[in-house]
């Protein structure tokens, strides 16, 4: 018996006034700003034409209030993950890398020397990251039978999702960006991934 093909649509939450800052937002619950909703309306637009059948989405404010902007415009209800939200940085959070280099250099410098295991004080290591937010989405392609998922989360996230879909594991070196509100297309049938497109932003030429 054949397994059916699903697509997800693994989506950047849009712009805060944190990410215009550069300042690590992880687990502290910021707001989109007035670019932030403009570009999750561009996203909800693109959304009609692609026909989503579900969306589920992290449960921090940025991410959920995406989520609810593309559902007005698809007309789903959104279901929350906690397991997609943002890597927890710890005590870096609400800063930004001047900062974090001033205040932090050794633990800065020993996380440069191994990105994968070290991480600052009351933060996920990239390893844990990247296993949690793969069991995330695991158990939610578990939970729905949807065939074209929308799934609103970080830009962490997408990188984890993005390496898993082009066969590479937690060491996998990114060759690509995730742009607030960037559209990343992933097919999955049954255990195998594979990318369909990276960071589409063809619907954000107007707000950016």
């Given at each position: 018996m054949s397994v059916t093909e699903r697509l997800l649509?693994?989506?950047?939450?849009?712009?805060?006034?944190?990410?215009?800052?550069?300042?690590?937002?992880?687990?502290?619950?910021?707001?989109?700003?007035?670019?932030?909703?403009?570009?999750?309306?561009?996203?909800?637009?693109?959304?009609?034409?692609?026909?989503?059948?579900?969306?589920?989405?992290?449960?921090?404010?940025?991410?959920?209030?995406?989520?609810?902007?593309?559902g007005q415009t698809t007309g789903l209800r959104v279901f929350t993950q906690p397991g997609l939200r943002e890597i927890n940085f710890g005590v870096w959070q609400g800063l930004s890398s001047p900062e974090i280099r001033q205040q932090d250099p050794a633990t800065y410098a020993a996380r440069r020397a191994n990105p994968y295991d070290v991480a600052p004080a009351g933060a996920e290591t990239w390893r844990q990251f990247y296993t949690r937010a793969a069991c995330a989405m695991d158990e939610i392609l578990v939970t729905t039978e949807a065939a074209r998922l929308i799934v609103v989360t970080h830009s962490g996230v997408c990188t984890v999702l993005g390496l898993r879909a082009l066969g590479l594991d937690c060491t996998g070196k990114r060759t690509f960006n995730s742009h607030n509100c960037g559209i990343h297309t992933i097919a999955v049938q049954g255990r195998v991934w594979r990318v369909v497109a990276l960071n589409d932003v063809s619907h954000l030429t107007s707000a950016f």
């Open positions: 649509y693994i989506v950047r939450h849009g712009t805060t006034n944190w990410n215009q800052s550069g300042r690590i937002q992880g687990h502290i619950d910021i707001p989109l700003n007035e670019v932030g909703r403009a570009q999750a309306r561009l996203a909800g637009r693109r959304f009609e034409a692609l026909k989503p059948t579900a969306i589920y989405s992290s449960d921090l404010l940025r991410a959920y209030e995406t989520a609810t902007i593309i």
